[in-house]
C-alpha cells in the first residue's frame, strides 16, 4: 500500500512557478517512507499570509499570520485499495516561505523541504514543546532533531528552482 498526498493553491493566488504539485507529493511520500508511516493521506494547501492568519487565529487564537500550521485528523477509512488514515492537512504561507528562508540563511528549497517535514511529523503524533529551529543553534528537542536529519537525507531534492 502507499500513501495518498493531495497538493493544492489556495483560491485566487497565483502559484509559483517551480510549485510542481507531484514533486511535493513525492517528497511528502519520501518523508513518510522515512518515519515508517504507510497507508496516510495527507493534504497540503498552500495560501497566502491572509488565510493562514484566518486559520490560526479561528484554530489557535493567534491573530498572526505564520509559516505552517498543522490539522491532526486520524480517521481511518476503507475503500477499494484498503484502509487509510486521514492523517490530516497541512497550511504553508508562500507570502511567510521567503522571509523565512532569508531570516535562516538558506534556500527557499530548503525551508519548503523543512516545513513540509515539520508538517508531516506534526500530522503523526511529533511535537516540539517550546523550542523551535534558530539560526546557528543545533535543535535538542527529539521532533526536530529528526525533522534536521530527514532534511540532511533528503538534501539533493530540489522542490524549488531558484
Known amino acids: 500500500m502507499a500513501n495518498r498526498i493531495m497538493v493544492s493553491i489556495q483560491g485566487g493566488i497565483t502559484a509559483p512557478s517551480w510549485l510542481d ?31 493562514i492568519q484566518q486559520l490560526n487565529s479561528q484554530y489557535r487564537n493567534i491573530d498572526s499570520p ?35 528562508a532569508e531570516y535562516f540563511g538558506v534556500s527557499e528549497n530548503e525551508e519548503l523541504k523543512r516545513l513540509l517535514i515539520h508538517g508531516v511529523l506534526h500530522l503523526n503524533g511529533y511535537d516540539h514543546g517550546e523550542e523551535h529551529i534558530e539560526p546557528g543553534k543545533e535543535p535538542t528537542d527529539e521532533m526536530l532533531v529528526l525533522q534536521e536529519k530527514i532534511l540532511h537525507e533528503l538534501d539533493e531534492v530540489v522542490l524549488v528552482e531558484e
Open 66 to 100: 505564520t509559516d505552517i500550521l498543522s490539522f491532526e485528523n486520524g480517521t481511518k477509512y476503507t475503500d477499494d485499495e484498503g484502509e487509510w488514515l486521514q492523517a490530516g492537512d497541512i497550511a504553508i504561507s508562500l507570502d511567510t516561505l521567503p522571509k523565512n
Open 21 to 51: 504539485e507531484n514533486k511535493i507529493g513525492k517528497f511528502v511520500i519520501e518523508v513518510l517512507k522515512k518515519i515508517g508511516k504507510n497507508g496516510e493521506e495527507v493534504s497540503i494547501l498552500f495560501c497566502n499570509d491572509m488565510a
